[in-house]
Every structure is written in structure tokens, then in C-alpha cells.
């Protein structure tokens, strides 16, 4: 059987998902730092795993990596129009690749850029088209493809995150740019495993491109799947502060910031009265009641905001140019006091209401950078909002909308102080953080 041999040439700006980068040298050593290098080192070592996959993470054999399953594309543009799929596609060279540079940094900016380079990339399988090239001329086929990308590689990125609780860092959201310079294509029997192959020369650059992009578009996710869990399991067996020496990381130690956190809640306290935070007027609201019953509550008054303090260890950490602080603070008999009108229908009583709450809990990570210390709040989160007991006086005949008023209350309760907290409380504590010195 005669059989038709393709050979093309593509520059990558030609394949429009494909990065297009003027990829210099690589570095040597690879690593910015001393947990790039176990990376680095541990991807090297894994490198004859690649070939039987790690079941124990679920990473599947990478090299060769397939059978794929069947993968259509297709194109359609004023040259040429064309639909098909390839299938059983094996694709091998990915465990010859080389770590060109990898960086990592924790702290400052927490991320993860790696470079790896590949000489060589085979796709094998099967393929089947149809189509028409200027709208006029037949285009068919089907049998075995080649393809080989060369001079090509990943451009990986991730997003990092370290937790100095446990010590451990880990990547997330990985994502994975191909590039190459240069991709051969060899179709079998395009156009009937005759000598018309000639026919399709000039365009076979526009046919290998959606075919490439088709087949990364399922490698891409298990590839990133791949080197996520993979990364990520090197991490986890490493302490980041027994790699990294001050000054860059500074061992950790649990409750290290609890009197910094005492003297600064001591501010807080102070603000939040001096702020007309305790007691704190409440707004004047109309809650609408079932049973076309309406309550505006006025005169609304919160006292025990003032009672904010720390409720557990207070840890600050130190990476590289950052601090951050990790504590778990709280308020205590919040107690909030309504006078109320209820409607219902054109009649109604004035009630006062009284409402309680045992506690309220908060968790939070501040992070300031040690040169200014200023602080910003990347996590602020209310871990706990206790039950909130309402008792209202004055109900008399209308007693059976004790339920309603109860449950509008607290909602709207719920609503005004997870408000308040979030804002003002949630100012004050930045601005007392940013005024109690950390000398340690
Ligand atoms: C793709 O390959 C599989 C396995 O060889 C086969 O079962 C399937 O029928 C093929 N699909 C097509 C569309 O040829
Ligand atoms: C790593 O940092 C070096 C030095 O700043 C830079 O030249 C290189 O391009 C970086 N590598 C990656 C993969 O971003
Ligand atoms: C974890 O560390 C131990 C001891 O250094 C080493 O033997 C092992 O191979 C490491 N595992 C991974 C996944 O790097």
C-alpha cells in the first residue's frame, strides 16, 4: 500500500490555543529556593514512576500516556472546512521532560511558576476526516497519524498556599500553557492512500493545528491533575520552616501573640466605645409579619459590643516579608433592646422587646508587611453566632404573634450585627492592630 507522508512545519504563532513565547535558556540551578529544589528533585525521582502511574495518588501511567478516547475536531474557515476524529492516540515522551526553572515563593506573593521543557512529543493513533478545501475540492481520509511536537513545553502555573498551623504548604488551581516550535504532522492515506496526497501539502499546517488543540484538550486536565497531586504529595512531606532559614521563616510558635493580642483588644474596647459602638443605636426598621401584620421596631439599643476578646491562642508567624496573624476573638452577652408598633390590620399594641445572645465567635488572619505594618484582614469570618432569645412585653391580645416577631427579630438582628462586626467592629480591630507595636 502506497501511503501518503506529510511532513509540515508550523511556527507555534500558527496554532492559535498555543503559547507563543520566546523561550530562553534554562537556569541552573532550576530553583529559586531551597523548597523549589525538593520539588525539583522530587519530579526527577519520580520520573521512572511515570511510567507504571502512581495508583496510590491516582495518577494513571503518563508515558506513554492512552489510549485516548475518540477525539473530534473540526475547522471551518474560508479555506477549508473539515470535520473528524482521532482515536486510540498514545502520546509518549512526556517522562524525558526537564525542569527548566522553577520558582516558589511563600509569603510575599504566594505562588508557584515552573517551566518544563520537552525535546520530543509523539501522538500515534488513528484518525478519520472529511472535508472540502476551497469549497470545491474533497478532502477524506482515515488511518493511522503521527504527529511529533518538537522543541516544545509546559509553562505551569499555580496558585500557593502555606499554613504555618501545620507547617505545610500546598498548590491549587494549577493550570498548564503548551508551547513548541515545531510540528510534524503524518496523515495515512489522505486522500485515498494514493499519490494525491501532494494536493493537501499546502494545507495540511491548518489541519494539524485543531487536531493538536483537540488532543491537549484532554491531556491538558490530566496532566494538571497529574502534577497538582503529584506536587503536592512532595509538599506534604516537608516542614516549609525546616527548609526555609530565617530570615525568610521564622519557627513557629503557637500563642506567641496572645498578650500583643490582649493589649490590642484592650484598644478595640476603647474604640468601640469611643465610637458610640456600646451601646450602639440600632436602625429603625418595618418588618413585615405573615398574616399582613407589620412591626416597626425604633429606640433600638445593642450593648456588649465592648466585650470583644480573645477567645483562644493568637499566633503571629512571620514569611519572608509578611506577618501574619491568626486568632480567634469573641463577644459575650450581647443584648439588644426595641420598642416596637405592631399592625395588624388597622389596631395593634406598642410592645418592647428584649433580645439576648450568649456569644459570638470570629476567626481571623491579618497580614501586614514588616516593613510598614500595616494591617489587612485576609480572613474575617464568624464562626459562631449563638442561638438569639427574644422576649416581648406588652402583646396582650395579639399574643399569638409572639412566633412572628420572635423570628423577624432575630433575622433582622442577625443581619444588623454580622453588619456591624463586618464594618465597624472589623475597622476598629485593623486600626488598634496598626497602632500596638509587635516587638517580638
Ligand atoms: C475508538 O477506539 C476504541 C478502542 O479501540 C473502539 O472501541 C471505538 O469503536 C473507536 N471509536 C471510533 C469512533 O472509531
Ligand atoms: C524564575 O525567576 C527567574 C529570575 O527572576 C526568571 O528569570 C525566570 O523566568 C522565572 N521562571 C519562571 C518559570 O517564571
Ligand atoms: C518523604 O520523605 C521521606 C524521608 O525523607 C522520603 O524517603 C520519601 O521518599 C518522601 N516522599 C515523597 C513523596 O517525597
Not at 499555580?158 to 503524518?186: C, R, T
Request: aromatic share 8%; proline share 5%.
Amino acid at each position: 500500500m502506497l501511503c501518503a507522508l506529510l511532513i509540515i512545519f508550523l511556527s507555534s504563532s500558527q496554532v492559535a490555543d498555543v503559547v507563543a513565547r520566546d523561550h530562553g535558556s534554562c537556569i541552573d540551578p532550576p530553583w529559586n529556593n531551597a523548597v523549589a529544589q525538593v520539588i525539583v528533585n522530587g519530579l526527577e525521582s519520580a520520573r521512572g514512576l511515570l511510567v507504571n502511574g502512581l495508583p496510590d495518588l491516582g495518577i494513571p501511567p503518563l508515558d506513554p500516556l492512552g489510549p485516548l478516547p475518540r477525539i473530534p475536531f473540526s475547522i471551518d474557515t474560508a479555506l477549508m472546512w473539515m470535520e473528524g476524529d482521532v482515536n486510540d492516540t498514545m502520546l509518549a515522551g512526556l517522562a524525558e521532560f526537564v525542569v527548566c526553572s522553577l520558582n516558589v515563593s511563600i509569603g510575599l506573593t504566594e505562588k508557584f511558576d515552573m517551566d518544563m521543557r520537552l525535546a520530543s512529543m509523539v501522538l500515534n493513533g488513528k484518525y478519520d476526516l472529511n472535508g472540502l478545501m476551497g469549497q470545491l475540492f474533497p478532502l477524506y481520509g482515515q488511518g493511522d497519524y503521527r504527529m511529533e511536537v518538537m522543541d516544545g513545553g509546559f509553562i505551569v502555573g499555580a496558585g500557593m498556599s502555606y499554613n504555618p498551623i501545620s507547617d505545610h504548604a500546598k498548590i491549587k488551581d494549577l493550570h498548564v500553557d503548551v508551547w513548541f516550535d515545531q510540528l510534524n504532522l503524518e496523515l495515512e492515506c489522505i486522500l485515498g492512500c494514493g499519490d494525491m496526497a501532494d494536493i493537501v501539502n499546502g494545507i495540511v499546517s491548518d489541519m494539524a493545528a485543531p487536531i493538536f488543540n483537540s488532543v491537549m484538550s484532554v491531556v491538558d486536565p490530566i496532566l494538571c491533575d497529574a502534577l497538582e497531586t503529584g506536587i503536592n504529595a512532595i509538599l506534604k512531606n516537608i516542614s516549609i520552616s525546616d527548609i526555609i532559614k530565617p530570615p525568610q521563616l521564622r519557627a513557629l510558635e503557637i500563642g506567641n501573640a496572645n498578650s500583643y493580642l490582649d493589649l490590642t483588644m484592650i484598644t478595640v474596647r476603647h474604640l468601640i466605645k469611643k465610637n458610640d459602638m456600646d451601646p450602639a443605636t440600632l436602625p429603625s426598621l418595618t418588618l413585615d409579619l405573615n398574616n399582613n401584620a407589620q412591626l416597626e421596631v425604633y429606640n433600638g439599643e445593642l450593648t456588649g459590643l465592648s466585650s470583644l476578646h480573645r477567645t483562644g491562642t493568637a499566633t503571629m508567624d512571620r514569611v519572608a516579608d509578611w506577618a501574619f496573624l491568626y486568632a480567634n476573638i469573641g463577644v459575650k452577652e450581647i443584648k439588644a433592646h426595641y420598642t416596637g408598633s405592631l399592625e395588624v390590620g388597622n389596631t395593634g399594641p406598642v410592645v418592647e422587646i428584649d433580645a439576648s445572645i450568649a456569644e459570638i465567635a470570629v476567626y481571623l488572619v491579618a497580614r501586614a508587611d514588616v516593613y510598614e505594618w500595616k494591617f489587612d484582614f485576609d480572613q474575617f469570618e464568624i464562626t459562631e453566632f449563638g442561638h438569639i432569645d427574644v422576649t416581648v412585653d406588652g402583646l396582650g391580645l395579639f399574643d399569638y404573634m409572639l412566633g412572628p416577631i420572635t423570628e423577624a427579630v432575630a433575622n433582622s438582628l442577625h443581619d444588623t450585627i454580622v453588619n456591624l462586626l463586618e464594618t465597624t467592629v472589623k475597622e476598629a480591630i485593623q486600626q488598634a492592630l496598626n497602632e500596638t507595636p509587635w516587638t517580638m
